[in-house]
């Protein structure tokens, strides 16, 4: 059974901040999926890297398809690499379409490297932000403090990808001037306490992003994600917000398009 969708309203207007468009996941259909999303009303599309290699693809992407925009970066679960990839992933970010640094941040439960050499490695990604006067999208797991410590007091515009913290945490992010971007997760019926964030964010500090090939939001939950779904996601949010989905979209356009910089759809 489709889903009802509201109306994001004529124009269209739904960036996806985060998506890993250059997953293997998407390997048969890539071009279909970036149209689908246009479809959808999803017509801006940052395709994050998490490597060298991904980074590059996420490029490659972005300059076939006029939609998609690059971020370049080094993902704190392959931080072992840095001492390999540096220096090409900071050449790209010298490219028209690269429009952030990312995925970069830290990730105390999963990845292998020290807290110290993912420290290393993400405080200069954000020194190189600053100095292309790029956002940075940020990935954090179990790092809440460090994640805060490093950004604080940078001149560069800190998106939290995947916000899924709790209130007090959204609280001391926002304070350090960070934006919150949310995905899939805030549509599953257990989250109710991140739809009350989502709910309750200043409206020019909220993004929404699918983190494709993962978490799906309802009601494709399980199953592959695109960037399309966007949407769903919007959805979910608008109604915590007691908001026109066309209103939020719009906001977010707006602030997306300030961020990177892309063009209006
Ligand atoms: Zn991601």
């Not at 279909?32 to 490597?51: K, N, Y």
């Not at 996420?58 to 690499?81: M, Q, R, S, W, Y």
């Not at 209130?167 to 739809?195: D, I, K, M, W, Y």
Request: proline share 5%.
């Amino acid at each position: 059974v489709a889903p009802r969708s509201q109306k994001i309203g004529r124009r269209g207007l739904l960036p996806d901040t985060h998506a890993h468009l250059d997953a293997a996941e998407f390997a048969d259909d890539r071009t279909e999926v970036v149209t689908r999303a246009c479809a959808a009303g999803v017509t801006r599309i940052l395709a994050v890297g998490t490597d060298l290699t991904s980074s590059a693809a996420a490029l490659a992407l972005a300059e076939d398809h006029p939609p998609v925009f690059a971020a370049a970066g080094l993902h704190p679960t392959e931080a072992h690499k840095w001492s390999d990839e540096s220096g090409g992933l900071r050449d790209l970010l010298g490219s028209r379409k690269a429009v952030a640094v990312g995925e970069i941040g830290l990730d105390f439960v999963r990845a292998s490297a020290t807290r110290d050499e993912q420290i290393r490695v993400f405080r200069t990604q954000l020194q190189w932000a600053a100095d292309y006067e790029l956002p940075v999208s940020v990935h954090n797991r179990g790092a809440d403090d460090e994640v805060l410590d490093e950004v604080d007091g940078l001149p560069v515009s800190v998106i939290l990808h995947c916000f899924s913290g709790s209130q007090a945490f959204a609280e001391r992010a926002l304070a350090s001037g960070c934006l919150l971007s949310f995905a899939g997760n805030v549509t599953f019926p257990r989250a109710g306490e991140l739809r009350e964030i989502a709910g309750a964010v200043p409206i020019d500090r909220i993004l929404l992003e699918s983190d494709a090939p993962v978490l799906a939001p309802q009601p494709w939950r399980g199953r592959r994600n695109e960037p399309a779904y966007t949407r769903f996601t919007a959805e979910t949010v608008s109604e915590a917000r007691g908001v026109a989905l066309e209103d939020l979209a719009a906001q977010v356009s707006r602030s997306a398009d300030a961020l990177f910089r892309w063009g209006t759809a």
